[in-house]
């Protein structure tokens, strides 16, 4: 039986290549700041808000680098995948705006709002139980049955490319806004944004500290970081539903070599800096991307005196689930 090849590591030629393909479909999404959080903290926060991305989240650079990225013949046939949300509906905005078919496994426990989303830009939804392997056995149907290109949600280097776009944009912005920063906080769950990030920086910007924010009931990162292998829980539960997934090969390469630390914050912690994000910057976000508010908030001696980068992954919320209304 003939070995698999090794997956493709993109470089920085690739985020360069993706950030002029994708560029007619995305915003440039502001960086915001807050003297309250700022005082809060002891740092200087500045917040890349891809809450206002088009669909709602970061992982539409990622989508359509892939989908406008496709051959014709390959974009026939359509695009698949299988997503808690945000790449579900940003696949299904890419694929829609190159008039081609999208089918999405989705958790039939994901957000009804997300879902919702995913039909609006034309997707086709075929629900899953809430765990890994239900979600990999029965994309493995859809895909067998529509013959669709596969677009990981994470595991792909024209995703990864794609997120990449985010942190290069986000230095960009910070030349008029005083300079670079010390650090970027982001989220992690399967490791698109931070695999994108550390491929950027370490181009770029290698001097910044590239810290992932992980949910304790989820942080199956955070324990593969510190083991030095990857280690996969099946079903974790928790509120931040983007953060669910385990990391893979690809993502694994950039955690393991770029990295600088990962830290968590519990449920209650995550929520409160949801909560506190909403009432005083008044901007929509979803629990995932609260995560690393969260854990600055927790650790602000490792934060004090600094300039922080906090990307803001994403704000497709259920607005009748909010997560204090369980409280």
Same mark, same amino acid.
């Given at each position: 039986m003939k070995d698999a090849e090794p997956m493709y590591i993109p470089t920085f030629d690739d985020v360069i290549a993706a950030h002029d393909r994708i560029r007619p479909y995305i915003h440039r999404t502001p960086v915001l700041t807050s003297s309250y959080f700022n005082t809060l903290t002891g740092a200087e926060l500045f917040f890349k808000c891809e809450?206002?991305?088009?669909?709602?989240?970061?992982? +539409?650079?990622?989508? =359509?680098?892939?989908?406008?990225? $496709? !051959?014709?013949?390959? #974009?026939?046939?359509? +695009?698949?995948?299988? =997503?808690?949300?945000?790449?579900? $509906? !940003?696949?299904?905005? #890419?694929?829609?705006?190159?008039?081609?078919p999208c089918n999405v496994v989705m958790p039939r426990t994901a957000p009804e709002a997300k879902k919702a989303a995913v039909r609006g830009y034309g997707g086709i939804i075929t629900e899953c139980e809430p765990s890994t392997s239900s979600r990999e056995e029965v994309f493995a149907k859809v895909q067998a049955e529509t013959g669709s290109e596969f677009v990981h949600p994470y595991n792909d280097p024209r995703v990864i490319a794609g997120q990449g776009t985010c942190s290069r944009e986000f230095m960009e912005q910070m030349q008029d806004l005083g300079g670079p920063v010390d650090i970027i906080v982001a989220p992690i769950g399967g490791g698109g944004m931070i695999s994108g990030t550390c491929l950027t920086l370490s181009k770029i910007a290698p001097d910044i500290q590239i810290i992932a924010a992980e949910p304790e009931q989820a942080d199956d990162a955070y324990r593969s970081f510190k083991a030095g292998h990857i280690i996969a829980d099946d079903a974790p539960v928790t509120i931040a539903d983007g953060l669910k997934v385990p990391l893979k090969e690809l993502t694994w390469h950039f955690v393991s070599n770029h990295l600088t630390d990962i830290l968590t914050a519990s449920e209650q912690e995550i929520i409160d800096a949801m909560k506190l994000t909403w009432q005083r910057m008044k901007i929509v976000m979803e629990a995932s991307c609260a995560v690393p508010l969260a854990t600055i908030l927790k650790n602000k001696e490792r934060f004090a005196g600094k300039r922080v980068g906090v990307i803001i992954t994403g704000g497709n919320v259920d607005l009748d689930t909010l997560p204090w209304m369980k409280t």
């Open positions: 809450n206002f991305q088009k669909a709602g989240a970061f992982k +539409v650079r990622g989508a =359509s680098n892939a989908v406008f990225g $496709l !051959s014709d013949e390959l #974009a026939e046939k359509g +695009v698949a995948t299988h =997503s808690s949300g945000n790449h579900a $509906l !940003s696949l299904s905005y #890419a694929a829609g705006r190159r008039g081609i």
